[in-house]
């Protein structure tokens, strides 16, 4: 049974890990400030619940789930897309996952950096003739990354009430960006995105300590993940100063007739 963000109760959302992989896109999700969808076999009384972030299609278990259902469940979703789970090594689940997925790999996650630390030499190399811009509406159109926080979020609008982001520009060119949201449990996850003729340049480093900065300035813990093999990605979080790096397995199952 399929159920919107509005009829998720207490019991449900109980049923779910905050220690999973990447568990505050879930937690969005549950809260009504991601898009995805939410299954379980009994709103009132669950005994296991499924959620399935939009933009990367990762599923998330909660509760008592036994492998047919989960095998039913990945297999009905494949039909609308690509489905995702993350589990750390040694989890038990893993042995209820469908055989032979059609992708095996590693992502890394980095979460508890020092608040107000190591930011500051990134603050001071704005290139000269740059500046640091907040991301509106007219900038969120013209944005690297719009359809990925669309698809998130479920709209521009959403997206831009629910997070916010930050532009390195020069002129009325967007040379770099960072964006933040959802948020969960306090903490606020980051993605970045820079043109191709910029990149190498360390400005993705720089528009993320901006962007820190300002989550930090809010409340927020922030939270960076990328799989293993994105080494730019990786480098950059390992300059933000997160001082936890702990990897898990990724697996996927293509949409069905995909080639």
């Keep these: 049974m399929q159920i919107p963000a509005e009829q998720v109760r207490s019991q449900l959302r109980a049923l779910f890990d905050p220690g999973l992989p990447a568990s505050l896109r879930c937690l969005a999700v549950l809260d009504g400030h991601a898009a995805g969808k939410i299954l379980t076999d009994n709103p009132a009384r669950p005994t296991w ?101 669309v698809a998130i979020f479920g709209s521009a609008e959403k997206a831009l009430e629910e997070g916010f982001g930050l532009c390195l520009m020069r002129g009325e060119e967007i040379l770099s960006e960072a964006f933040a949201g959802p948020a969960a449990m306090g903490i606020i996850e980051l993605g970045t995105a820079t043109s191709k003729r910029y990149r190498g340049r360390g400005y993705a480093t720089i528009i993320c300590a901006h962007l820190i900065q300002a989550c930090e300035d809010l409340g927020y813990q922030t939270y960076w993940n990328c799989a293993q093999q994105n080494l730019a990605s990786v480098a950059v979080a390992r300059k933000l100063g997160y001082r936890k790096e702990k990897e898990y397995r990724l697996l996927a199952w293509f949409q069905t007739g995909r080639p």
């Design 49 to 149: 619940g499924v959620v399935q972030e939009a933009c990367f299609r990762s599923i998330y278990l909660g509760g008592a789930l036994e492998a047919p259902i989960l095998h039913q469940l990945v297999s009905d979703l494949r039909q609308d897309g690509d489905v995702l789970i993350g589990l750390w090594p040694g989890d038990e689940r893993l042995d209820l996952l469908p055989p032979s997925p059609d992708y095996e790999g590693v992502t890394l996650e980095f979460t508890d950096r020092p608040i107000g630390a190591g930011l500051a030499d990134y603050l001071r190399q704005v290139p000269e003739g740059c500046a640091v811009r907040r991301l509106d509406r007219q900038l969120f159109e013209r944005c690297l990354e719009r359809d990925i926080n």
